[in-house]
């Protein structure tokens, strides 16, 4: 008998099954992720889970007999009151409750399993892109980095290349010729064999010659050599910079309700979870402002009460101080998203406009506006008839070519498809909608 | 008694090593071939986790296998349902393979190992070695290399035709699975070592006599063939023919090689789980009757304590429950309990037989040596056989069967027969009839071809009991049939005794799919 231990065996062998799993029912996936998307909490976003997709679209069918119709009889344990030739009234539901069922096995209602984090982002942010902009600097700033870059003579032992050393060795042993050491044990032996013999004979005389000049020829050539040992090499390379900065701003004043702070938060969560998913890096600064700009951390961003009027022009100069002192565009990119119910002293429009085309738009790689609405707002469908003061500055901005998206949300369920939209990979059609 | 000298343990409290093991099979072995006569192939017994249990299941027990994504969605199923607790983990799968391999969880504890070497790696693996069915129709010895070669052809078919391709011909060759069984043995016994010998010949004789300028020569126009009748047109293409996967395989016009040969490998891994299908009672009656006079031999001998028989019982009775049929737990007959059962039944009349047992068996009862006759039983018999010879009177009574009949035409439904003097024999003979696949799978021909014609093939569906099939489902395959075939295929559903038609599916191919 043997014993084997598979348990250190590599984990994962059902992996490859597993993602042709996930191609095939890919698009019902998809809608389901995206539906869980929109009940959870966005928190939860990254954590992957549980969904279930219709089991119609993984049905591996067969021949079988449909169950329905036709005689059945079946064979039953635990006969209490029965005697033959009993009749029963068929329970209703045709027969569910007693029938011994196995005829149709599988279930026909939606087939669950889990997701992991990533395979659940992967297909929740699939066809999403961040915009093209080609125009800026993504990849000039370069840091350094090391790569292999074949072989080397010299090196520090950690890095020595085992196994072309000893190739190296061997072939330079069969080159020179060196001993093999059955060769030298068969002589030794043909030695012994005749030494016993005790008769000095020429013959081994000779083989004493031959041994001890294979000897040599073994020192003279060792097994490894100095001369074999390969090193990996490393060389330096530059890697563009992937660490990007997302600004989060949103006005705190007391015309923002708990309702739109909320809405902001998960377009942010949203954001944040997507530059992840793109750069190694993210970090996030938080500014809020009421007349007067101040960066925060996420806790009072989102929590603390505030009051005061509105002046977003204080918040981009606040973005615009810290940019200048932690944030050098040559070596981040730079995203930010504004969330604001739409209110601005009047006084402060051409400023902000300014402020933005001037200063804030040229170091972002993408800047986006969401308007937040109050829930009843929703009735009223949009902006058209009801634009608010930041928007109506924010739209001849854009109207002028500025590099500025933006969206207004009333409802949380909007969040998603908002989002979706503004970060659409986009084709033929670049730029036609959004600049 | 005396008192059990704790030196004579194999083991002590619920730990388990390597050494633990080796003393648990060694001892298990001395009772099951030394005293109870069992032949079994060398054992391999593997320790997994949970995780690479999971995986087994995904591919249907089996050690290595080709990949498809119907494994993955059977992983997620069983992965989604195990994490969330509604499913406990088998404690052991076992191969038949030579060597025969189990697998056995981490987890479990020294008795539920001791208990899952008696199950599986002597009971299961005497059955699968001395079985009739396994020995007909599975290559115990050549399996596990079958499956290597089956996955390594599979993934090469993937690389150069691409996976979408593969994993249509994969889709529908699964599809057929259940009727891609030869059920009457042919004339050779199965070799899967020579399959993928015969593969590669094949594959380089092409090679070799590839010749490019025969595709310059004109071609004459095609010679008026002599008109075949159709007698002798349908016994060149062995019609009819039960065996889908197998007549397509052969006369499909117009699949490519590759595509035949993964119908065959399909056919292959069919074929080989078709005893399994066919000996569930038994198959698990044969390892649960091991298992039971092992581990009570071990107890008798004071090599495992009472705390751990104690533990083996419980498992034991929880493997062999048997709900009645109007408890909200019951879920069909549990092979285990009705295998263990009637071994067990079978046991009682080779020793104390009563004035009963001896007119229904006469040959067996009071014949004192259990073993020889259970032996005898696992060797020559499958479930059905073995049902409606052995299943007695006795065993009847005790489970209080009764048998009922759900005829759509009456008004309700019919218990025709109950554990009475007139009953046992339509009992038992109605049970046995539900483990012939025969009966249980329906019966599904290919009747006819006109390969001259407009090759439509025509397969009909022999109606058993006015049991229609799944009409969408059948509607799927079908368009799997036809795409394999290349050309139309209609599926009649007859009724066999008046040629009566109640259905008819048609489906065309794809052009686009081959």
């Known amino acids: 008998m043997y014993i084997i231990d598979r348990r250190l065996n590599p984990g994962g062998k059902s992996l490859a099954n597993r993602q042709r799993f996930l191609r095939r029912a890919k698009a019902q996936i998809q809608r389901a992720v995206r539906h869980t998307a929109g009940d959870r909490d966005i928190t939860d976003l990254e954590r992957g889970g549980e969904i279930s997709i219709p089991a119609d679209g993984v049905r591996e069918p067969s021949f079988r007999r449909s169950g329905e119709g036709g005689v059945h009889d079946h064979i039953l344990p635990g006969n209490k009151r029965f005697v033959e030739g009993d009749t029963i009234d068929r329970p209703p539901e045709g027969g569910g409750g007693s029938s011994a069922g196995g005829d149709n096995g599988e279930g026909e209602d939606d087939f669950r399993f889990a997701l992991t984090r990533d395979e659940f982002l992967d297909l929740f942010l699939d066809d999403l892109e961040l915009p093209d902009l080609a125009k800026r600097r993504v990849a000039t700033v370069e840091i350094q980095g090391m790569r292999r870059a074949g072989y080397t003579v010299t090196g520090s032992p950690v890095n020595l290349a085992l196994l072309r050393s000893m190739r190296n060795a061997l072939s330079r042993r069969i080159a020179m010729r060196r001993p093999k050491p059955q060769e030298l044990l068969s002589l030794r032996e043909e030695i012994d064999r005749l030494e016993q013999q005790e008769e000095p004979s020429e013959r081994l005389t000779a083989l004493r010659l031959e041994l001890e000049q294979l000897q040599l020829r073994t020192k003279r050539f060792p097994y490894i050599d100095p001369l074999d040992l390969r090193y990996r090499r490393f060389e330096p390379v530059s890697r563009p910079v992937a660490q990007a900065v997302m600004f989060c701003l949103m006005d705190v004043s007391g015309s923002m309700t708990e309702h739109m702070k909320d809405l902001a938060k998960r377009f942010y969560m949203l954001l944040y979870i997507f530059l992840t998913r793109r750069y190694k890096h993210v970090e996030i600064v938080f500014i809020r402002h009421t007349h007067e700009a101040k960066e925060v951390d996420e806790e009072t961003f989102f929590n603390s009460p505030e009051t005061g009027g509105t002046v977003v022009s204080s918040a981009l100069r606040e973005m615009q101080r810290i940019v200048e002192e932690r944030y050098s565009p040559d070596s981040w990119n730079i995203y930010a998203a504004q969330a604001s119910d739409g209110d601005n002293s009047p006084n402060d429009g051409s400023t902000s406009a300014a402020m933005l085309r001037d200063v804030i738009l040229p170091v972002c790689q993408y800047y986006a506006y969401l308007e937040v609405g109050s829930d009843s707002d929703r009735m009223q469908t949009g902006f058209i008839n009801h634009k608010t003061s930041l928007w109506q500055t924010y739209e001849t901005l854009q109207e002028k070519g500025a590099n500025l998206a933006m969206r207004k949300v009333n409802h949380r369920r909007e969040i998603y498809p908002v989002f979706r939209e503004l970060f659409r990979r986009r084709d033929a059609e670049a730029g036609a909608r959004v600049p | ?514």
């Open chain 2, 1 to 514: 008694m005396s008192v059990i000298e704790h030196d004579s343990l194999l083991f002590q409290g619920a730990d388990w090593d390597f050494g633990t093991i080796q003393r648990i099979h060694d001892a298990v072995e001395k009772i099951g071939v030394g005293e109870m006569g069992l032949d079994v192939y060398p054992n391999q017994i593997e320790v997994i986790t949970a995780e690479q249990m999971l995986d087994a299941y995904a591919s249907i027990g089996m050690p290595l296998f080709y990949k498809h994504w119907s494994f993955g969605k059977r992983f997620a199923l069983h992965e989604a349902s195990y994490r969330q607790g509604f499913m406990g983990l088998a404690y052991e799968i076992v191969i038949n393979s030579n060597p025969c391999i189990s697998y056995i969880m981490e987890e479990n504890t020294a008795t539920m190992q001791t208990l899952v070497i008696a199950h599986a790696a002597f009971g299961h693996n005497h059955f699968f070695k001395n079985n009739y069915l396994f020995k007909e129709w599975t290559d115990a010895d050549g399996i596990l290399d079958y499956l290597e070669f089956a996955k390594g052809y599979i993934t090469r078919c993937e690389e150069r035709y691409g996976h979408a391709a593969v994993e249509r011909v994969l889709d529908a060759a699964h599809a057929l699975m259940s009727h891609g069984v030869h059920r009457y043995p042919r004339k050779k016994r199965p070799d899967l070592r020579s399959e993928e010998r015969r593969e590669k010949e094949r594959h380089l004789h092409q090679e070799q006599t590839f010749n490019d300028l025969w595709r310059t020569v004109p071609t004459k126009g095609a010679a008026a063939k002599p008109q075949l009748s159709d007698e002798r047109r349908r016994a060149l293409l062995e019609l009819p023919q039960e065996n889908l996967l197998y007549f397509l395989e052969k006369s499909a016009p117009r699949l490519q090689p590759w595509q035949r040969e993964i119908l065959r490998i399909v056919r292959q891994i069919a074929q080989y789980f078709y005893p399994q299908r066919q000996t569930k009672v038994m198959n698990e009656g044969c390892a649960t009757y091991c298992h039971y006079r092992i581990m009570t031999r071990l107890h008798e001998t004071g090599q495992i304590s009472d705390g751990a028989f104690l533990e083996f019982l419980q498992s034991h009775t929880n493997v062999t429950r048997q709900p009645e049929f109007d408890d909200p737990h019951y879920s069909g007959i549990n092979p285990y309990a009705l295998g263990f059962g009637m071994m067990q039944d079978i046991e009682r009349i080779c020793t104390k037989p009563t004035a009963e047992d001896r007119q229904w068996f006469p040959e067996i009862a009071g014949s004192g040596d259990v073993m020889a006759v259970l032996r005898d039983v696992w060797a020559n018999y499958r479930d059905e056989s073995f049902i409606s010879q052995y299943l007695s009177p006795n065993l009847i009574r005790q489970w209080r069967m009764f048998h009922l009949v759900d005829d759509p035409e009456q008004p309700e439904l019919m218990i025709e027969a109950i554990h009475d003097e007139r009953g046992y024999r339509r009992l038992r003979r109605s049970l046995s009839r539900h483990y012939d696949i025969g009966w249980s799978d329906p019966d599904i021909q290919v009747i006819d071809v006109d390969l001259a014609g407009d090759r439509r093939l025509i397969l009909h569906h022999h109606v058993l009991n006015r049991n229609l099939l799944h009409k969408d489902d059948a509607q799927r395959v079908l368009q799997m049939v036809a795409n394999l075939w290349g050309y139309a295929v209609v599926l009649k559903e007859v009724e066999p005794s008046t040629g009566a038609i109640f259905q008819e599916h048609v489906a065309h191919p794809h052009e686009t799919l081959f």
